[in-house]
């Protein structure tokens, strides 16, 4: 992530017990545009350490002179969202990176089916102003639990009229996803933005009915899943960094003042491709294939083993 | 993310030779020639033939149209009320095919959704100098039928306009050499 843009804590709302909004405004001067999709990286200066989680853009991406986040508490989390639910006031500061975006709107598609998985609902938060404004053709499902995970379900509602389809698991409503994919026009792309197991299931229904997989677009965004600690050695330079099981290589790299470019945080798109001379890795990642994987690590989510350290071309 | 397309930027063009055995709700499936179409008859999903003609031993739904014309608009009336999972495939000459995949592209359908079996040896030929198009064998020169300039027949290929692109051979001749008539 290159250049850091200084916010301002404008608003707070709390959504839902576990879902809490936070409007940024800028600093000094305004705020960068952006497109719909889009997700900034949010510093996070925890007492033992420094977070940088990725957050989807609500709103109408027209309207540049905010942005907005929602963000979910996760119990089992880092504690990057519990620091933004128990510290963060409004007229904090934050620093956050510039806006980009790996979830855009297909620009042919005919007709767009957009799937919600709780707090997945909020790329499509700028997706729905962008579409109306289009007036293109839309539908959006939303899995939620009433009370919990239901943010923004009231004013859907009201907006969207027979384009919403709700599912409270709290009543019992599961979505289906074989029938969500039925009787869809030959032009539609589906959007997905939840859980892995939504991703899969929907994945293979499309699979199965003859969609192309070029109709699927999904936002990813996950953090770095934990390991064991291991050792990575910078070859240009002979740095030993020592890798914490609760840190990525990534994020080791950066606290040892190395930058390296990135966007998603979670290898899915390509950005932190860094080269390897030798070790053993862990490939974590959905984007490089095996030929690559030889040669060449994601270090926001891969690993390298215990048996030696891991040759970094840096 | 949207998962890598298997869609290739070619610019000579690469056809199928054995259908894919992917999973598809409906397939239509074009041909010049209904007799051709017999090699692409093993497939799962329920199938509706379209061609020009010819004769077809087994059983399948089939329709007949009258001209090429007839066949692509019918082509685009069924692919405009047809639903996401449909697949096509095409056979015929290299004109044809890419007639059918322009039909099949602008209703919707991804690359990766459209096969393409090329039979015969008709090439389109794109005259960069008068823009004009024309109908060829596999010879590598020609001359351009409208503005009559030796062309050299390009490998380059345009997919939007299912022809090879055609360049002055002399450039110091960038003119007929024949008056037209
Ligand atoms: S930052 Fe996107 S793959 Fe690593």
Redesign the interface.
């Given at each position: 992530m290159s250049a850091l843009l200084e916010v301002q804590v404008a608003a707070v709302r709390q959504l839902t017990p576990v879902v809490r909004e936070f409007t940024f405004a800028a600093v000094n001067g305004r705020l960068p545009g952006f497109s719909s999709g889009s997700h900034v990286q949010v510093v996070l200066p925890l007492a033992e350490r420094t977070l940088r989680n990725a957050y989807s853009l609500l709103g109408d991406p027209r309207d540049s002179g905010v942005y907005r986040i929602a963000v979910r508490l996760q119990e089992a989390s880092r504690g990057g969202s519990r620091y933004l639910h128990e510290q963060v006031q409004v007229g904090d500061r934050l620093q956050i990176g510039v806006p980009s975006n790996l979830f855009p709107l297909h620009s042919l598609a005919r007709h767009h089916i957009l799937v919600a998985g709780g707090i997945g609902i909020t790329p499509f938060m700028a997706y729905l102003a962008e579409l109306e404004a289009q007036g293109a053709s839309f539908e959006l499902h939303y899995a939620y639990r009433s009370g919990l995970t239901d943010a923004y379900t009231a004013e859907l509602q009201a907006r969207l009229g027979a384009r919403f389809h709700g599912y409270d698991a709290a009543a019992g409503q599961r979505l289906d996803c074989a029938n969500l994919l039925t009787g869809k026009p030959l032009g539609s792309h589906l959007y997905i933005c939840g859980p892995q197991r939504l991703l899969d299931d929907l994945r293979a229904r499309a699979a199965a009915l003859g969609w192309s997989a070029g109709r699927l677009h999904w936002e990813a965004f996950a953090a770095p899943e934990p390991g064991l600690p291991f050792t990575a050695e910078l070859t240009r330079s002979g740095q030993r960094i020592a890798v914490a099981g609760d840190h990525s290589l990534l994020e080791a790299l950066e606290a040892a003042g190395v930058e390296v470019p990135n966007l998603c945080r979670g290898g899915v798109c390509g950005q932190c491709a860094t080269g390897y001379l030798g070790g053993e890795v862990e490939h974590r990642d959905h984007y490089l294939d095996e030929q690559q994987r030889s040669h060449v690590l994601m270090p926001c989510v891969s690993r390298g083993g215990c048996s030696g350290p891991l040759l970094l071309d840096l | 993310?949207?998962?890598p397309?298997?869609?290739p930027m070619f610019s000579t063009p690469r056809y199928a030779t054995v259908p894919n055995r992917?999973?598809?709700?409906?397939r239509v499936l074009v041909a010049q020639d209904a007799a051709l179409a017999t090699t692409l008859l093993d497939h799962l999903?329920p199938t509706l033939l379209l061609s020009l003609g010819g004769e077809l031993s087994a059983a399948v739904e089939h329709e007949q149209l009258p001209s090429s014309e007839a066949l692509y608009l019918r082509l685009h009336a069924l692919?405009?009320q047809?639903?996401?999972?449909?697949?096509v495939q095409a056979i015929g000459d290299e004109v044809f095919v890419w007639q059918v995949h322009r039909v099949a592209r602008q209703?919707?359908?991804?690359?990766?959704?459209i096969e393409l079996f090329r039979q015969g040896a008709r090439r389109r030929l794109y005259c960069v100098h008068c823009t004009r198009l024309q109908e060829i064998g596999a010879e590598t020169e020609s001359s351009c039928s409208h503005c009559g300039v030796r062309l050299l027949v390009r490998e380059h290929f345009s997919q939007r306009l299912g022809a090879y692109m055609g360049v002055c051979i002399d450039p110091d001749r960038p003119f007929a050499t024949v008056v037209q008539p």
């Open positions: - | 993310m949207t998962a397309s298997a869609e992917r999973p598809a709700l409906y999903a692919l405009d047809a639903q996401a999972g449909t697949c209703a919707g359908l991804l690359g990766d959704e």
